[in-house]
Each structure stands twice: as C-alpha cells, then as structure tokens.
C-alpha cells in the first residue's frame, strides 16, 4: 500500500512515483473527488506493467456527489473515459499534453461497470 494525497501532484511524486516501483494492478480507492480521480490515474498509469490493470472505484461519485466536485473542473474522469471510447478529444485541467498522449498511446481497453450501488473503471494497458 502506497498512501499519498491524491489531490496533490507533489504528494503523488514523492510518495509514489518516485519510488520507481512498477505494478501488475494499481486500484485506486482515494478520495473520489473529480480532480483526484482524474489524478491518480494519468500520473499512475506509467507505473502499469505491460497487461496490468487500473482499477477506480466509485467512479460515478462526481457525477452524483455534489460534494465530490466542489470547487473542481469539469470534464469528470468518467466523462473523459466515455471520449477516449467514442475517439472524442477532451481536456482537463488537471493533465498535462505529456500524460494525456502517454495514456492514449498506451491502454488497451476501457470497461466501465456498474455494481450494486457505484461504478468502476477498469482499465488495462498495453
């Protein structure tokens, strides 16, 4: 287990990515706010093995939590993932030209499911 701030470009540096560590699965269970999902996963996408895994859990949370979005930037992470789905463009705030070309460069599917109460992502590279 890793623990960082999510919402925290340096806390996710230096706790995490700086480590040099590279992972089969990362599931991303932080704090489920707009800009933090959107966070974790395009700076954590590098750190995947070829064929590993990325999980977000409660990815609907901004879409049906008002308290998840406040003060944050639109589009949220699940909009962003229906784009990269439907080969629409997006921005975000929150991602760097850098981040954006490596994680469209590099997954290989996105499912979105939905359980008993939330969604999830899941997303595998390449």
Not at 81 to 99: A, P, R
């Amino acid at each position: 287990n890793f623990f960082a701030n999510t919402s925290s470009r340096n806390s996710i540096q230096e706790n995490i990515l700086d480590k040099d560590i590279k992972f089969d699965l990362i599931i991303e269970d932080a704090s489920h706010m707009l800009k933090d999902q959107i966070l974790s996963l395009f700076m954590l996408f590098p750190l995947l093995k070829s064929g590993g895994l990325f999980i977000v859990e409660e990815l609907d949370f901004p879409e049906t939590r008002d308290d998840m979005k406040i003060n944050q930037t639109k589009p949220d992470l699940k909009q962003i993932l229906k784009n990269i789905l439907n080969n629409l463009d997006f921005n975000s705030i929150y991602i760097n030209d850098e981040e954006k070309k490596y994680f469209l460069e590099n997954f290989l599917s996105i499912e979105i499911k939905k359980g008993n109460f939330n969604e999830i992502a899941i997303i595998k590279k390449r």
